[in-house]
């Protein structure tokens, strides 16, 4: 009976990756490219400086968690862990909004990230959310 169980257990994880991986793909299309979002939930971290841009970054690549980052290092006002919470396309400057359409969500734990200057600074983009 014992093995009825594990193999019970085994066809559930199997069931749970299988719709993990359909989650994972679903913001992606054929060809692997992302399919078209009309909003992402977007946060940045803002720096005047080049270099301070790369210290942020350097501490992202080494561990930090992006929000953490953000609220140490980013010039933005609204250091709200450099949550711009959810933008619709075209509400963004269009550099910035470039990278960032351009990105997978990401946690903030382990963020997958753009970099982009604008008129405003060095902006580090990750995005978590795609409708």
């Known amino acids: 009976m014992a093995g009825k169980k594990n193999n019970k257990s085994n066809s559930k994880d199997t069931a749970k990756s299988k719709e993990e991986d359909k989650a994972g793909s679903s913001e992606t299309g054929k060809g692997g490219k992302l399919k078209p979002a ?3 939930n977007v946060r940045h971290i803002l720096c005047e400086k080049h270099s301070k841009k790369e210290e942020a970054l350097e501490k992202i690549r080494n561990g930090a968690k992006f929000d953490e980052v953000a609220r140490e290092m980013s010039e933005d006002k609204a250091r709200q862990g450099g949550s711009l919470g ?5 509400s963004l400057n269009g550099d910035f909004e470039e ?5 997978t969500t990401s946690t903030t734990s382990s963020p997958a ?10 902006h580090i983009v990750m995005v978590e959310g795609r409708k």
């Open 113 to 122: 990230v753009g970099e982009v200057k604008t008129s405003h600074g060095y």
């Open 38 to 40: 009309t909003s992402i």
């Open 99 to 103: 990278v960032a359409y351009g990105l």
């Open 86 to 90: 959810w933008k619709v396309r075209g």
